[in-house]
Nanobody
Framework: QVQLVESGGGLVQPEGSLRLSCAAS????????MGWYRQAPGNQRELVAK???????SYSDSVKGRFTISMDNAKNTVYLRMNNLKPEDTAVYYC??????????WGQGTQVTVSS
């Protein structure tokens, strides 16, 4: 059973930066995609960024140009670099992993708060 452990959240001022990490324990065999969702209070969970097994990346319009997703295959870790953070980026960020033939796995979530 693959488990995801997230780190890197915290409190940051507007226009600041953070890097989230999500390390997967266990096999990444039959990887489909891996990435990040976020959920703010009262809102639905939304896809922020994802990295596919084909090497492509995609982003929500709200973070395009500010966030960058990357993957270190040797470490089974995906990163989310977040620059020029805005108060509306405040949310709990969840890492996920999709593999062909297996149910989606979620991380425990990490809080990101953007405030002066």
């Amino acid at each position: 059973q693959v488990q995801l452990v997230e780190s890197g959240g915290g409190l940051v001022q507007p226009e600041g930066s953070l890097r989230l990490s999500c390390a997967a324990s266990g096999t990444m065999f039959r990887l489909n995609s891996m990435g990040w969702y976020r959920q703010a209070p009262g809102n639905q969970r939304e896809l922020v960024a994802k990295f596919t097994s084909g090497g492509t990346t995609s982003y929500s319009d709200s973070v395009k140009g500010r966030f960058t997703i990357s993957m270190d295959n040797a470490k089974n870790t995906v990163y989310l670099r977040m620059n020029n953070l805005k108060p509306e980026d405040t949310a709990v960020y969840y890492c996920y992993l999709d593999r062909w033939g297996w149910a989606r796995v979620w991380g425990q979530g990490t809080q990101v708060t953007v405030s002066s």
